[in-house]
Nanobody, 127 residues
Framework: QVLLVESGGGLVQAGGSLRLSCAASGRTFSNSVMGWFRQAPGKEREFVAH????????YYADSVKGRFTVSRDNAKNTVYLQMNSLKPEDTAVYYC????????????????????WGQGTQVTVSS
């Protein structure tokens, strides 16, 4: 069994905050780089954030820089996405993803980089 489970989505007013969690099964995923992506209705899935296996390196899409923070707790096999100052355009299904075979140049922003995906959690931001 390989499983990633997101939680923490919901409905929030513009300017509010949510924290998403992604619980991963197995030691393999504790040693994996992790990514967050999102997909709004009628749009392609887009990169949101990436974190290295040790948590010391992070990357963000320009649209969320300064508002979102990705972190991880390897002892709990869990990755988090803290979302502050939410905007209606942040409304989407959010997915976490894992890659146990990451290497330099593979592309932290590419869907194809990540071999394992969660089921997604809905985030809706009202105005």
């Amino acid at each position: 069994q390989v499983l990633l489970v997101e939680s923490g989505g919901g409905l929030v007013q513009a300017g509010g905050s949510l924290r998403l969690s992604c619980a991963a099964s197995g030691r393999t995923f504790s040693n994996s780089v992790m990514g967050w992506f999102r997909q709004a209705p009628g749009k392609e899935r887009e990169f949101v954030a990436h974190i290295s296996w040790g948590g010391g390196i992070t990357y963000y899409a320009d649209s969320v820089k300064g508002r979102f923070t990705v972190s991880r707790d390897n002892a709990k096999n869990t990755v988090y996405l803290q979302m502050n100052s939410l905007k209606p355009e942040d409304t989407a299904v959010y997915y976490c993803a894992a890659d146990p075979t990451y290497y330099r140049g593979k592309g932290y922003y590419r869907e194809g980089t990540y071999g394992y995906w969660g089921q997604g959690t809905q985030v809706t931001v009202s105005s």
